[in-house]
């Protein structure tokens, strides 16, 4: 670990090969330090176990991040969509909102996000998708965007969700990146406050060394994912030798992720065979329609941004009578091979969804089973032979009453933090406590949405939603679903005020001059997206600023 680095990128999940391999482009030299292996390792794993203040609202650590080469996209589920425009903005109804950069600047960075998480163009609204059929077809027969109500939006599907698998040939022939993986970051060497950072400190990941081995660079850039980046900062900054900041108590704060679940169900009116509930491919990408709110709608009601999507009904409720999701809830609920078809989240929380009867579902699956064979038989075959993967699966409804899934924002809020306690990993760092609370904002937002939601359809005729509790404990309800940990947001926020952000607005940290944060950390504000494809947008933004800071 002599060579000396033009930059040092700690972390090689998506952000940290896509830095690694865009400054490598721009000609630099760099080392990509991997605390995971080619393999699952519990040893590697187990350093990133922390302690939770309420475990229903925050999945266990070991579901939430993957300590491996190409980190958590290991299991993620592969849904990108960008951020809004009202999501970067200072609006007076959400404190602590507004970004140091405008959607503008990132909008050239979203063309090669999406070409590095394989999802085609970067063509979020139905009307701009050449290679769409249903391109010039309502979300359903009834369904008119407009001013109030929006069913032209998009998500797309990575169709190479495994970055190291995708990445893999080009990182390790790549002449100019130097992959230490099995290696663990535990900290830098930072003189005094205001000068650059001289060295990050690295033990094996397995143990078994009595001092750490220094690692030199211009730049560092620091991309361990949302919670372990912020741990490795506070745990820096502890210590004597380590990172010096200006305001130490922002660090760890405001932390968010996304409340989401299902409080009601939506009918819609019209012919239910030309409801577009399903997956559809826009070219060899696969793209599905969501109901979002335009901005201007947001803001007149105060409404924290939100997007919904049609599902399934609750595949572990045998009452369905649906074959199909049963034989998907048998499949996916099998101790056998349950855990090789959908990532341990996922099938935790379809697991405790509620009721379950294995009789009743083997007797849906025999109603007709010539249809449940042929779908799954053919689901199986798009899921886990064909390419691109089909990312999951929806069935039609007769009825057109289908599910309504909602996936909101949260508003910043001081007291959510990731926290260090006295209890340590095996090379040392303290571990975290992580206090994720919904606040009463959170979940009112949420409720008013699903109102307004439904006072559109019935007023524009598209049709009407079901809620499935009462009013007074819809709250409350949501409450009890709504777990996150999955998107790690904002505990190292950017801003133009030193005194309120942990990083300026390219992510560096303050108090340093060569240390970055390329992590959905720096996002002061978490919109309704899954964050992964804003923070690879962030981090390609990132890496041409360093760029710049090392041609100086
Ligand atoms: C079940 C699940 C489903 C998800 N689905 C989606 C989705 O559909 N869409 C979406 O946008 N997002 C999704 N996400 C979130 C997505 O996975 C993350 O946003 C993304 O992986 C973040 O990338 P990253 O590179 O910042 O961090 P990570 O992917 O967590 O990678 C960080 C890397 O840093 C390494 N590391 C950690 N600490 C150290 C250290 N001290 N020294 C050296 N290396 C270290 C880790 O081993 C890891 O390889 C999902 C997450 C989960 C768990």
């Known amino acids: 670990m002599s060579e000396v680095h033009d930059v040092c990128v700690i972390g090689a999940g998506p952000a940290g090969i896509a830095v690694a391999i865009r400054l490598s482009e721009l000609g630099h030299k760099v080392a990509l330090v991997e ?34 080469l190409g980190g958590t996209s290991a299991v993620w589920g592969g849904r990108c969509v960008p951020y809004d425009p009202i999501d970067f903005e200072t609006r007076d109804y959400v404190e602590h909102s507004g970004w140091p950069i405008t959607n503008a600047d990132l909008r050239p960075y979203y063309i090669s996000a999406c070409e590095f998480l394989g999802v085609g163009e970067p063509s979020f609204n139905v009307r701009n998708c050449t290679a769409l059929e249903t391109r010039d077809l309502l979300f359903s027969d009834t369904f008119r965007s407009g001013n109030s109500l929006c069913g032209n ?6 169709q190479r969700p495994r970055i190291w698998s995708t990445y893999r040939s080009r990182v390790l022939r790549n002449r100019r990146i130097d992959l230490i993986s099995g290696f663990t970051c535990i900290g830098f060497l930072h003189g005094v406050l205001g000068n650059p950072v001289s060295h990050a400190l690295l033990l094996s990941t397995l143990g078994g060394e009595t001092a750490p081995r220094k690692l ?34 922002i660090i760890g704060r405001f932390y ?28 060899n990408v696969y ?15 105060s409404l924290l941004n939100i997007a919904f999507w049609l599902d399934n009904p609750n595949i572990a409720d045998p009452q369905h009578g649906n074959g199909v999701l049963s034989a998907a809830y048998l499949a996916i609920a099998s101790p ?17 969804s509620g009721v379950s009867d294995t009789f009743a579902h083997l007797k849906n699956c025999l109603v007709h089973p010539f249809d449940t064979v042929g779908f799954c038989t053919q689901f199986a075959y798009r899921r886990y032979i064909r390419r691109p993967r089909l990312p999951g699966f929806f069935v039609h409804n007769r ?19 990731i926290a260090l306690i006295h209890d340590k990993d095996k090379l040392g ?80 940290i303050r108090g340093t001059t060569n240390v970055f944060v390329a992590s959905s950390a720096v996002f002061p504000t978490s919109g309704q997206a899954n964050p992964t494809l804003t923070l690879i947008a962030f981090a390609l933004k990132q890496s041409e600023y360093i760029h710049r800071c090392l041609k100086l």
């Open 35 to 68: 605390s995971g292996f080619e393999n699952f390792n519990a040893t590697a794993q187990e350093l990133s176990n922390a302690e939770l203040t309420n475990a229903k609202s925050h999945a266990l650590m070991t579901d939430a991040v993957v300590r491996i």
């Open 153 to 158: 939006r998009l998500e797309r599907w990575s």
């Open 216 to 249: 030199n660079a211009q730049q560092f850039v620091i991309a361990c994912g949302g919670i372990e980046s912020t741990r490795l900062i506070l745990n820096s900054i502890n210590n004597p030798q380590g990172i010096k900041v200006p305001v130490r108590d």
């Open 256 to 283: 968010m992720g996304h409340p989401s679940g299902k409080i009601a169900d939506i009918e819609l009116a019209g012919d239910p065979s030309k409801t577009i509930f399903n997956f559809e491919k826009d070219g």
């Open 287 to 301: 793209v599905r329609r969501r109901i979002t709110f335009p901005s201007s709608a947001l803001d007149r009601e």
């Open 336 to 352: 056998l091979f349950g855990r090789y078809l959908a990532p341990a989240a996922i099938r935790n929380s379809i697991l405790k």
């Open 399 to 417: 009825t057109n009453r289908y599910a309504l899934h909602f996936h909101s924002e949260q508003v910043p809020n001081r007291n959510n933090e």
């Open 429 to 508: 760092l303290r571990r975290v406590r992580i206090t994720l609370e919904w606040s009463p904002q959170d979940l009112d937002s949420i409720v008013r949405a699903h109102v307004r939601l439904d006072k559109l359809l019935v007023e524009q005729g598209i049709g009407r939603l079901w809620f499935r509790y009462p009013m007074d404990t819809v709250s409350e309800a949501i409450r009890q679903q709504a777990v996150d940990g999955f998107h790690q947001i904002g505990t190292l926020r950017m801003g133009n005020d030193p005194r309120t952000s942990a990083t300026d607005c390219n992510g560096r």
